[in-house]
Nanobody
Framework: QVQLVESGGGLVQAGGSLRLSCAAS????????MGWFRQAPGQEREFVAA????????NYADFVKGRFTISRDNAKNTVYLQMNSLKAEDTAVYYC???????????????????WGQGTQVTVSS
């Protein structure tokens, strides 16, 4: 049974930082690309950041470039999202997702991801 469990969300003031974690189990983590998406109230889910494949190359949405960093620890089956300089518009539920080989489509296309976590709420107060 595959599980992706996010943690690390919370309430933070604008300009602050949070680090989200996503612990994976039940899948060959090191061979999967991993990504983060978010969904704000009344809006569609949108791409935030991801590894292009199972290596180290990454992609970011323009609105988080220079502020967010995705990383992974294959020994711990965990992917992280370090979020700095947070803004009120970053408020959303953040989801991690797994993208299996052969990594069809683009990293930003949610349909290419086969498993999703339950989400963690991030609220940024202005």
């Amino acid at each position: 049974q595959v599980q992706l469990v996010e943690s690390g969300g919370g309430l933070v003031q604008a300009g602050g930082s949070l680090r989200l974690s996503c612990a994976a189990s039940g899948l060959p983590f090191s061979t999967y690309a991993m990504g983060w998406f978010r969904q704000a109230p009344g809006q569609e889910r949108e791409f935030v950041a991801a590894f292009r494949r199972a290596g180290i190359l990454t992609n970011y949405a323009d609105f988080v470039k220079g502020r967010f960093t995705i990383s992974r620890d294959n020994a711990k089956n965990t992917v992280y999202l370090q979020m700095n300089s947070l803004k009120a518009e970053d408020t959303a539920v953040y989801y991690c997702a797994s993208r299996p080989p052969p990594f069809q489509g683009t990293v930003a296309d949610s349909q290419g991801y086969n498993y999703w976590g339950q989400g963690t709420q991030v609220t940024v107060s202005s």
